[in-house]
């Protein structure tokens, strides 16, 4: 065979793989563009998944650190803690993030107050992770309401019990 018919041979093979190529790229770009927030789910991306609530509130990210999950900034926690708990008892939407780390592992939750078939609902989407790995699993919990108390306001939520957004 001359070297030309091994190049053409080539170029048609490249350019039948293009679509299959094509096709395959669309199709991981489709599969990360179909994160639900109504629904639970997991994977190992570790992009959180932030829920969407038409109109809500943000009321931030809350950081704690250490042994006794110490915010690192107080000022942020109780400004952040109060929009939450204000936000749900007006049932306005609203989003908050508490990020809690230890020495080598973490949890990200990120709540949302919604207004669903006339009741105020609370919604923790949490994961987990251990250093250096990203977040990881999708866990999306139904809360049962939230209590303000003297050290932050306390979400209790299915299989989770009573979640502390600090104060300070």
Do not use: W
């Not at 932030?50 to 107080?74: E, F, H, M």
């Amino acid at each position: 065979m001359s070297s030309r018919s091994n190049r053409e041979t080539r170029k048609q093979r490249t350019f039948a793989l293009l679509p299959i190529l094509c096709i395959g790229f669309l199709l991981v770009l489709l599969s990360a563009c179909g994160s639900n927030a109504d629904q639970s789910s997991t994977g190992s991306s570790g992009v959180p998944a932030t829920p969407t609530v038409t109109g809500a509130q943000k009321c931030g990210t809350i950081n704690v650190s250490g042994p006794r999950l110490v915010p690192t900034d107080s000022a942020q926690a109780k400004q952040g803690s109060n929009c939450f708990y204000q936000a749900y008892q007006q049932c306005h939407p609203a989003l908050l993030t508490l990020h809690t780390a230890s020495v080598d592992s973490g949890m990200i939750h990120t709540f949302t107050v919604k207004q669903a078939n006339g009741k105020c609902t609370i919604s923790d989407l949490t994961q987990h992770y251990v250093v250096p790995k990203s977040p990881q699993g999708n866990t999306l919990h139904n809360c049962s309401g939230a209590a303000l108390k003297a050290d932050g306001v306390h979400v209790t939520c299915d299989n989770e019990g009573d979640v502390v957004i600090p104060i300070s």
